[in-house]
C-alpha cells in the first residue's frame, strides 16, 4: 500500500446565510485559451468558458471587480464562483512560491455592498495539464476520454507528475490536483475554504 499521496484541491461550501456576490465586468463564459490545439481529455478542443482544462488563457473577458453583499462574512481564502476558482494573495504566494512562474493569477478586487473595498483575490488557473493516473493501478472506468465516477478508485503516478506541484489530469472532472508538500504548505497557512480528498500516489 502507498503511503504516499495527492489531493483534490476546491473550494468548500460557506455554509448559511449564503452571501450574494456578482462579478461587476467581464464574463466567464466567454474566457478564450491561447493554445487551442486539440488534446483528447476534459474539454479537448479548449472552448471559451470552461476555464479548468489546464493551459494558459487571454486576459480578456476575464472579471477585474467583484461585489461581494455582506460586510460580517468576508470571503474565505479559496472561493468558487461562476467557472472560476478564486484565491487570496495569501494561497496566490504559497503557490508561486512552490511552482514559480507555472501558473496564471489575475487580480480580481472585492467591494463592499456600497462601494467599500474589502480586499482582492484572483483567478488562478492552473496551467499544467497532465495524464497523472496510474493505468495498472486505477480501478475506475475509463471512456477513452475520462475517467467514469463512482466506478472505482483512483490511483495516481508519481513518474508521470515529477515535480508538479498544482496540476489538471486531462481525464478527471474537474481534476485540480496539489502535492502533499503544497497541501502541508496551505494547511500550515491556515487557508480558509479549503476542500481535500486524499488519492494514493505510486
Known amino acids: 500500500m502507498s503511503s504516499d499521496f495527492v489531493w483534490s484541491f476546491n473550494a468548500k461550501g460557506m455554509g448559511r446565510p449564503f452571501v450574494e456576490r456578482r462579478y461587476l465586468d467581464g464574463d466567464t463564459s466567454m474566457i478564450e485559451y491561447l493554445d487551442t490545439t486539440l488534446d483528447v481529455g476534459l474539454n479537448p478542443l479548449f472552448e471559451p468558458g470552461r476555464t479548468y ?18 460586510t460580517e462574512k468576508l ?14 494573495e495569501k494561497v496566490k504566494d504559497i503557490v508561486e512560491d512552490i ?38 493501478r486505477t480501478t475506475s472506468d475509463f471512456d477513452g476520454r475520462v475517467w467514469l465516477p463512482g466506478t472505482g478508485e483512483f490511483a495516481f503516478s ?3 507528475i515529477g515535480t508538479h506541484n498544482v ?30 480528498e486524499k488519492f494514493p500516489l505510486y
Open 99 to 136: 511552482d514559480e512562474y507555472v501558473h496564471q493569477f489575475f487580480q480580481i478586487q472585492i467591494y463592499l455592498e456600497g462601494g467599500s473595498l474589502a480586499n482582492q483575490m484572483f483567478f488562478f488557473n492552473v496551467c499544467t495539464r497532465i495524464d497523472s493516473m496510474d493505468r495498472e
Open 75 to 88: 470571503p474565505p481564502d479559496i472561493l468558487f464562483h461562476r467557472n472560476i476558482l478564486l484565491v487570496s
Open 167 to 196: 496540476w489538471i489530469d486531462k481525464h478527471v472532472d474537474p481534476g485540480r490536483f496539489i502535492s502533499n508538500s503544497l497541501k502541508k504548505k496551505l494547511e500550515e497557512a491556515d487557508v480558509t475554504g479549503l476542500y481535500l
Open 53 to 70: 482544462a489546464g493551459r494558459a488563457v487571454k486576459s480578456k473577458y476575464v472579471p477585474t471587480k467583484m461585489e461581494w453583499r455582506s
Open 158 to 160: 508519481k513518474k508521470t
